[in-house]
């Protein structure tokens, strides 16, 4: 069928089988993002509080359309997505294909979840989204530290994660999951207790870092990092301090909000000048650092926006950098490239301990 024929088929499935409401066409904002509707579930929309986990198959909530070509570049079909198996011989199913003139493709995909570095984690886990209450965007737990000043214990991120490129003062309110993750008051961690300010105008910088002492009643591991799955599985033990040179050519890894548990390799040490947007078009310049790229055949990113404040280490867990930088081309396999600061300066310029 044509893309208009299937827009006007899946606008029949959502009012007669799901019994969605159509409503004048409205700009929906998510973040920083935006998007038409049309059609909305009175259900869901009604819901104060989030649902209590799923006992049983939902039309409303398991059943995802979507588009797929056909061998004609003129034509498409519709994609049933079932996150049910209970649905797959349901007369739901049935009716949609009667609606879509059996045009269709069923998928099974699941029950799909949050991956769990984008959701609430008690107790806290590095790698976890993290932000400053009301924030609008996400960030990553690097790891966890001791005030050499204060004796607190906190958690390690980027100044721009954290403090938002110096623009939140100490003692603002921080929150796990972050707040671009749905994280609110209800989700505050800790405050933000100290952070290297960012400087401007060409003046060299050494890091992009940032510390949140941590609430006392809250409860973290800071040892164990961990891979992708849910529940997560550890994937290895922080080896800390580090004696681990950071050479190019050296194997590592992270766990970030974004993409996950990743692999990598340095590609280069000591890299001066390393200029970075810090938004609003916003130059500043960094000295001394490291600049990783994904390993050889990788066919995913070693980072992406929203894994700033991530830890890097070797495959053996010591600490190498703390991640706050990367484009998303260039290096292996065109993939990016991704800057860290050394983590003996993020340790150095907070005056922390590992703990």
């Known amino acids: 069928m044509l893309s208009s024929s299937l827009k006007d088929v899946q606008a029949e499935i959502f009012t007669e089988v799901f019994g969605f409401s159509e409503v004048a066409s409205a700009t929906i904002v998510s973040g920083t993002h935006e998007y038409e509707s049309t059609f909305i579930d009175p259900i869901l ?14 039309i409303r909530t398991d059943i995802a359309l979507g588009t797929v070509p ?20 349901s007369a739901a199913l049935a009716r949609i294909r009667a609606i879509a003139h059996d045009e269709v493709e069923v998928i099974f995909i699941g029950r799909q979840v949050a991956t769990w570095t984008r959701t609430r ?15 609008g965007y996400s960030g990553t737990l690097g790891f966890f530290a001791r005030s050499n000043a204060s004796d607190k214990i906190g958690m ?11 623009g939140h003062p100490v003692g603002t309110r921080i929150v796990q999951q972050a707040d671009g993750d749905g994280g609110r008051s209800a989700d505050a961690v800790g405050v933000l207790g100290d952070y290297v300010p960012i400087l401007f105008g060409g003046l060299p910088n050494s890091v992009d870092a940032a510390f949140a002492h941590l609430d006392p009643q809250i409860g973290y591991d800071a040892v164990n990092m961990f891979g992708n799955g849910n529940p997560p599985p550890t994937i290895a033990t922080l080896k800390r301090p580090s004696s681990v040179p950071a050479l190019p050519g050296l194997s590592v890894m992270k766990t970030g909000r974004t993409t996950g548990h990743t692999r990598g390799r340095v590609r280069a040490i000591n890299v001066n000048n390393y200029v970075v947007n810090m938004g609003a078009n916003r130059l500043a310049r960094f000295d001394g650092q490291i600049v990783f790229e994904a390993e050889p055949g990788a066919t995913q990113a070693f980072s992406r926006a929203g894994d700033s404040g991530s830890l890097i280490t070797d495959l053996e867990g010591s600490p190498i950098a703390l ?3 990367g484009s998303t081309s260039g290096g ?24």
């Open 156 to 166: 390690v991120s980027n100044n721009h994660v954290l403090a938002n490129v110096n």
């Open 121 to 135: 984690q008690r107790p806290l886990r590095i790698g976890s989204s993290i932000s400053p209450i009301s924030a």
């Open 45 to 58: 929309q009604s819901r104060a509080e989030p649902a209590e986990p799923r006992a049983q198959s939902s």
């Open 70 to 89: 056909t061998e004609r570049d003129t034509d498409v079909r519709l994609a049933v997505l079932m996150q049910s198996e209970d649905l797959m011989d």
């Open 323 to 325: 991640l706050f930088a």
């Open 332 to 355: 292996q396999g065109n993939l990016g490239i991704t800057g860290g600061n050394p983590i003996s300066l993020v340790l150095r310029q907070l005056n922390l301990s590992w703990i």
